[in-house]
């Protein structure tokens, strides 16, 4: 069957557009309930308050039409949990239209019953119109004004030409009108007016609402598409760079591995240089690198890993630098609860050898490396001590900023183009966890502060 | 020695590779584009075949290790690769790409030859 859409067209989001129209219909329930609560009250205390009286068949029109509204509205609250988001299917805008047809229906019982034209319940109408507005395409609430105004019409006509049994509420009117015929006509032509404009003002300023939103939502679309766009651009423009340098440094390893002959020791030195400052360009090129896929890459992997293996590998890469250096290296484990952690193996072993090559770079020959690992609420605690160069108080604050290097490191010799640090913080991050520094550390001693890297991460 | 056939769209690393392997007594032809590389490795049937992951397009290696194996070419492959490691796009050795090992640019001779030793070795035992 090829039915005409209900949901509009500028609602690409449709995951917000069924959202809202959800809120609302929720909204709907929670007012019916009220409603049914007013009714209850009209039902018992407006023969006290105000000296009116019903007929026992408007008493019990009016309880019956109240039970219903209650009834179909326990049914009403049952069926949203069967709501399918989608165009096919029973979805939120169906479920709005069968609210609306069966509101409609009890509030002209509730009108017939209470006098008609003489009943100032049939001002609800221009409320439920406005109601209506705000959930339903344009055609439908057109639609169901149009049908309103005819359906209260008839009732009103039929009442006045005796077609069917006036209701009237005795004690409310001195003299029923229901039977002046220019007092009908003109009250229902003014009743159709207020319905159509109430309504077409209200489906506007909806749909304008409605729009904003959408908006909102496209430009945040955008914005992010854009930094996508602009990340992949960084990765070309990077790898462009990198190739060249690779070309260079391939040479290099030829001339320096003697492959085109001897080498004297003068230009060997100044050689082993050269490869050494083109590898901190591919460092750099790699970090650069990691840290537009750590940007690009929203879904990290999560896998269930143990941290302590994660050292364990990261160590084991590299450990010719540990052995040349003739570090001391120590991992104290004061874990009880060794359960795993959550996450992207390759950013994780990025991360840690990231934070031991650094301690690596920055400590002297024979120097002190230390891990422990901790119990913490909800996670698990590293720290990574060393008694190295350490940082100066006033650096602390922005060693995790890109391209930042120590005050007291950037003269000295230490190679470092300043973004390992940032990767590394990216990296826990989205892993959600923390990482802070410390200098001096536990293991300072008179010319050595050293420094801790302190890292959480939370564990399953 | 072996023949091996060098497929890369720059020349330096042609050049650098080729010295290494020939240094080493191999035999080394090469191809600068992916349609030379196919015509000189079914011309001279080679013991190995050595393939730039990336030449004028991104994945040319890729497509033309695929286009060697679906034509029933068994040589073995060894692939160079400039970023795969360094972003985490771990190809490893799998049925999805049908080569045989990877290097990552820039090449370190020692590396390279040890590569190709192994394949080498590995390929005379079949």
């Given at each position: 069957m090829n039915m005409v859409s209900l949901i509009p067209p500028w609602a690409q989001h449709y995951e917000e557009f069924w959202d809202s129209i959800k809120a609302r219909n929720s909204w709907f329930i929670k007012l019916r309930y009220s409603a049914v609560l007013m009714l209850v009250v009209f039902l018992t205390s407006t023969r006290l308050l105000f000296r009116i009286s019903f007929t026992p068949t408007q008493f019990y029109a009016i309880s019956s039409i109240t039970l219903s509204i209650f009834l179909y509205n326990i049914i009403l609250t049952r069926l949203q949990k069967y709501l399918k988001n989608s165009e096919e299917g029973f979805n939120p805008v169906h479920f709005s239209i069968v609210q609306m047809i069966l509101d409609l229906y009890a509030l002209c019982l509730l009108v017939y019953y209470t006098g008609g034209i003489e009943s100032p319940?049939?001002?609800?109408?221009?409320?439920?119109?406005?109601?209506?507005?705000?959930?339903?395409?344009?055609?439908?609430?057109?639609?169901?004004?149009?049908?309103?105004?005819?359906?209260?019409?008839?009732?009103?006509?039929?009442?006045?030409?005796?077609?069917?049994?006036?209701?009237?509420?005795?004690?409310?009117?001195?003299?029923?009108?229901?039977?002046?015929?220019?007092?009908?006509?003109?009250?229902?032509?003014?009743?159709?007016?207020?319905?159509?404009?109430?309504?077409?003002?209200?489906?506007?300023?909806?749909?304008?609402?409605?729009?904003?939103?959408?908006?909102l939502l496209d430009s945040l679309d955008k914005l992010n598409a854009a930094e996508i766009e602009k990340e992949n651009y960084i990765t070309g423009v990077v790898h462009e760079i990198k190739t060249p340098i690779s070309a260079v440094q391939s040479y290099l390893d030829l001339i320096l591995g003697k492959y085109l002959g001897p080498l004297s020791s003068e230009i060997e030195t100044r050689l082993k240089r050269t490869r050494a400052r083109s590898d901190e360009a591919i460092q750099m090129i790699n970090n650069i690198l990691k840290i537009s896929r750590l940007k690009l890459l929203d879904d990290l992997g999560k896998e269930e890993l143990d941290v302590k293996r994660l050292i364990g590998s990261a160590h084991e890469k590299l450990k010719m630098q540990i052995e040349a250096k003739?570090?001391?290296?120590?991992?104290?484990?004061?874990?009880?609860?060794?359960?795993?952690?959550?996450?992207?193996?390759?950013?994780?072993?990025?991360?840690?050898?990231?934070?031991?090559?650094?301690?690596?770079?920055?400590?002297?020959?024979?120097?002190?490396?230390?891990i422990t690992m901790n119990d913490i609420a909800d996670g698990i605690e590293l720290m990574f001590c060393d008694n190295g160069v350490g940082i100066p108080a006033g650096d602390i604050d922005s060693i995790f900023q890109e391209f930042f290097r120590g005050s007291n490191i950037r003269h000295k010799g230490y190679e470092g183009v300043g973004l390992g640090l940032t990767v590394v913080k990216q990296i826990f991050t989205k892993h959600g966890g923390t990482i802070r520094v410390e200098s001096p550390s536990s293991l300072q001693d008179e010319t050595h502060p050293g420094t801790c890297f302190i890292i959480t991460l939370p564990i399953i | 020695m072996a023949k091996i056939a060098i497929i890369d769209d720059d020349p330096d690393i042609l050049d650098a590779s080729s010295l290494v392997l020939t240094s080493k007594g191999h035999e080394v032809i090469t191809a600068n584009n992916p349609d030379d590389g196919y015509k000189i490795v079914v011309d001279n049937s080679p013991d190995l075949i050595i393939l730039d992951v990336m030449m004028n397009e991104p994945d040319d290696g890729f497509f033309l290790a695929q286009k060697f194996r679906k034509n029933n070419i068994t040589t073995p492959i060894i692939m160079y690769t400039s970023i795969s490691k360094t972003i985490g796009m771990d190809y490893g050795v799998n049925e999805m790409v049908p080569v045989d090992e990877y290097v990552e640019k820039p090449i370190s001779p020692a590396q390279l030859i040890q590569k190709v030793e192994k394949l080498l070795h590995k390929h005379i035992e079949r």
């Open positions: 319940l049939f001002l609800l109408f221009i409320f439920h119109m406005v109601i209506g507005s705000m959930i339903l395409p344009r055609f439908v609430i057109y639609s169901s004004a149009c049908l309103v105004i005819i359906v209260f019409s008839a009732i009103v006509f039929a009442e006045h030409f005796g077609l069917i049994v006036h209701h009237g509420i005795a004690g409310f009117l001195k003299f029923p009108f229901y039977n002046n015929l220019s007092f009908i006509c003109v009250s229902l032509a003014v009743f159709a007016f207020v319905i159509i404009i109430t309504v077409m003002l209200a489906n506007e300023m909806a749909n304008r609402l409605y729009k904003m939103e959408e908006n003739e570090i001391n290296f120590t991992l104290i484990d004061n874990r009880k609860n060794k359960r795993k952690i959550l996450g992207d193996k390759f950013l994780l072993e990025i991360g840690f050898s990231n934070i031991i090559s650094n301690t690596i770079k920055y400590v002297d020959k024979y120097g002190k490396v230390v | -």
